[in-house]
């Protein structure tokens, strides 16, 4: 058996999934086995990050407008190549509705891009300053182990001066306070932040949920 390497890093979410199931972290992380058809959840959600994360990065050299245009263009040419080929691996193991839903997805990408921007992006523009954006941190766990993770974004607030980290997170509906204050990730990224960050104090943290599942239509009910 090769020697471990000192120091060692593991992601936190191979942490996770060591707690878990050790077969799957051995699957997943030791393996490398991937499924031969994708989680379309996972998937959506993998999209929105890489369009929210170019659409900050670009935020501070930009106007809103240029910085939403050049993030969803990026995003858009990235899934609809990986759809296609998505696509086409579904039908090839007969995973017919699969398929179909795959097809869709390129049109529900750019839908909740373009309202992620007219209800969020666009206003904060005004409202804050973009300090760093996908921040990279070393965190220590225990002697000779390490994790490296990534803040999605780190703000000041230009009317009041007040420091947040965000979480970019998606789901089909936002989970209440208690679930949100369990993730001890953004706690410990929180922490190393203002360790690793010269003068860095946060004052809040933003759990910047996009819903991935349309509202629902009202319906006349009989009185």
């Not at 050299?61 to 696509?87: C, I, K």
């Not at 969020?120 to 941190?137: F, I, P, Q």
């Not at 990534?150 to 089909?172: N, P, Q």
Request: charged share 25%.
């Amino acid at each position: 058996m090769p020697p471990v390497p000192s120091p060692f890093y593991v992601s936190y979410s191979a942490v996770l999934t060591w707690r878990e199931c050790r077969q799957k972290y051995v699957y997943q992380y030791l393996r490398r086995l991937k499924p031969r058809t994708s989680d379309l959840a996972l998937a959506l959600g993998t999209y929105l990050h890489q369009y929210l994360a170019h659409y900050y990065s670009l935020l501070p050299s930009n106007r809103a407008e240029s910085a939403h245009s050049a993030a969803l263009t990026h995003v858009m040419t990235v899934v609809q190549g990986e759809a296609d080929v998505l696509e086409r691996t579904a039908y090839a193991v007969d995973r017919d509705r699969l398929a179909l839903e795959i097809a869709e997805l390129p049109e529900t990408v750019r839908r909740l891009c373009e309202r992620y921007y007219d209800y969020r992006g666009l206003a904060d523009e005004n409202l804050y300053t973009v300090m760093y954006c996908e921040k990279s941190l070393t965190v220590p766990l225990d002697d000779g182990i390490r994790t490296r993770g990534v803040i999605d974004l780190i703000t000041r607030e230009k009317a009041s001066g007040r420091i947040a980290i965000w979480e970019h997170k998606t789901t089909r509906n936002v989970p209440s306070m208690a679930l949100r204050m369990a993730d001890l990730q953004t706690i410990l990224y929180r922490a190393v932040a203002e360790i690793e960050i010269e003068d860095l104090r946060v004052d809040s943290i933003v759990w910047n949920y996009v819903r991935t599942k349309p509202p629902s239509k009202p319906e006349m009910t009989l009185s």
